[in-house]
T-cell receptor, first 114, second 110 residues
Framework: EAEVAQSPRYKITEKSQAVAFWCDPI?????LYWYRQILGQGPELLVQ????????DSQLPKDRFSAERLKGVDSTLKIQPAELGDSAMYLC????????????FGPGTRLLVL | DAKTTQPPSMDCAEGRAANLPCNHS???????VYWYRQIHSQGPQYIIH???NNETNEMASLIITEDRKSSTLILPHATLRDTAVYYC???????????FGPGTRLSVLP
């Protein structure tokens, strides 16, 4: 069964450092999402891509976060500089199209900022 | 804000049916009800979704009331591996953005 891949699974960094997360969606899925999940809460959408274009980044803290999906396949989420409050699980999801398809999630990257 | 209300936690005995309720009193006619679950330290897993009719798959059954203001996810024979946080989400069919609430933490007890 096809799955969303994410790496690394765990990342520990010091505040003010840069971190990057990678996501490879299910093959053929045009829509890709990045979510952030703080411990004890549900995931919150950070950014949504349709192919290589950003559809929604209204909740992305653009002063320190950036996301790209250059060829419309895999994607990278970057934080620079990391802050203590960025400690969370970062989840990637994908869906086949923008026409109401089910989202499938990857295993996530757990970030700890010291 | 999430458009659903779920109990924060529930217990269920292993082998018994787990019935997880969800209230979505402001649901619109074109909005689907989705259920996901998240086992500790993993990504959310899709379970089932529906619009009006009851739905069943290999994982669970979804019962939606006739007025669509509430629904119940049924795990017919809960196992210890079903211990997880279960999220009920209301989502428009034309949009993609899920809004997750805090969900229900289901504990299946031996």
């Amino acid at each position: 069964e096809a799955e969303v891949a994410q790496s690394p699974r765990y990342k520990i960094t010091e505040k003010s450092q840069a971190v990057a997360f990678w996501c490879d969606p299910i093959s053929g899925h045009a829509t890709l999402y990045w979510y952030r999940q703080i411990l004890g809460q549900g995931p919150e959408l950070l950014v949504q891509f349709q192919d290589e274009s950003v559809v929604d980044d209204s909740q992305l803290p653009k002063d320190r976060f950036s996301a790209e999906r250059l060829k419309g396949v895999d994607s990278t989420l970057k934080i620079q500089p990391a802050e203590l409050g960025d400690s969370a699980m970062y989840l990637c999801a994908s869906s086949y199209s923008s026409a109401g398809e089910t989202q499938y999630f990857g295993p996530g990257t757990r970030l700890l900022v010291l | 804000d999430a458009k659903t209300t779920q109990p924060p936690s529930m217990d269920c005995a292993e082998g018994r049916a787990a019935n997880l309720p969800c209230n979505h009193s402001t649901i619109s006619g074109n909005e689907y009800v989705y259920w996901y679950r998240q086992i500790h330290s993993q990504g959310p897993q899709y379970i089932i979704h529906g619009l009006k009719n009851n739905e069943t798959n290999e994982m669970a059954s979804l019962i939606i009331t006739e007025d669509r203001k509430s629904s119940t996810l049924i795990l017919p024979h809960a196992t210890l591996r079903d211990t997880a946080v279960y999220y009920c989400i209301v989502r428009p069919d034309y949009g993609q953005n899920f809004v997750f609430g805090p969900g229900t933490r289901l504990s299946v007890l031996p």
